[in-house]
């Protein structure tokens, strides 16, 4: 079962009111977008998902509890195309969770999970043709070790790299698995799985996940009413990082502006940080998953 991680603090986050216009960019198992639908009596839910699976569990779980909601099959890259088409040009509030939900984690078949064998896919959209098969199986050395890196930060992505091109064809999560930990130092395997990050980097490249949240949470930025506001929901450093530093541009005053006494109010930032929030003991105690969640808040001033 999916438990959404920071659930209470999210929902604030976004101030919702009964009128309030909220787009959950990461429909999922409708954990968020059911408590906001709750809240929303007389205003309306846009929710993106690429999942049919889970969209269908959610269209179900929505529906018992009113009807002023849509379910855009499609990755919330499109986030400003898929509302054009819908007349919507501004909206109160904006969300993404950005960790993979448990049931996609748990389902062995999505090829998602190190703790389990199945054959390697990891696709968050099942119709696109790149999947964790491909990746592992067809890139050459130099590009594993640049996204074991980049993706992963993994610092055995050199002999983890060189492992796979070895015994390829890989074909199961668990072949993948013993791979690494046959090229990783023993001391390494005591830390953590040693797998953890070389599945993420691929999970990342498989999706384009790092550009596509780029492009995103500019979209989002823009189509944020004045006192609407933007949380992010993140899950590693490297989504954190992106986050924050879009985040910083957008609440900034220009540096060549910074020196005059009086800042002219069209030079004066549209956006505010309102904060980051991390998971309270209660919760780590008892979800597992919240333990590396970041909540980053953002709200539009002007």
Known sequence: MHVSVLLKESIDSLNLKENSIIVDCTLGYAGHSSEILKRIKKGYLYAFDQDSEAIKESDKKLSKINSNYKIINSNFVNLKSELDKLNVSEVDGILYDLGVSSPQLDEKERGFSFHQDAKLDMRMNQNQELDAYYVVNNYEEKELINIFRKYGE??????????????????????LVEVIKNNVPFSY?????????????????????????????????????????????????????????????????DSSLKKLPIIPLEYQPKYKIIGSVTPKKEELNNNNRARSAKLRIIERVR
């Open 189 to 253: 395997k005591k830390e953590k799985h040693p797998a953890r990050k070389v599945f993420q980097a691929i999970r990342i490249e498989v999706n384009d996940e790092l550009n596509i949240l780029e492009s995103s949470l500019k979209q989002a930025l823009n189509l944020i009413k004045v006192g609407g506001r933007v949380s992010v929901i993140t899950f590693h450093s490297l989504e954190d990082r992106i986050c924050k530093r879009i985040f910083d541009e957008a609440s900034k005053v």
């Open 154 to 175: 993994e610092k055995y992505a050199t002999s983890i790299a060189k492992g796979i091109i070895k015994n390829r064809p890989i074909t199961t999560t668990l072949e």
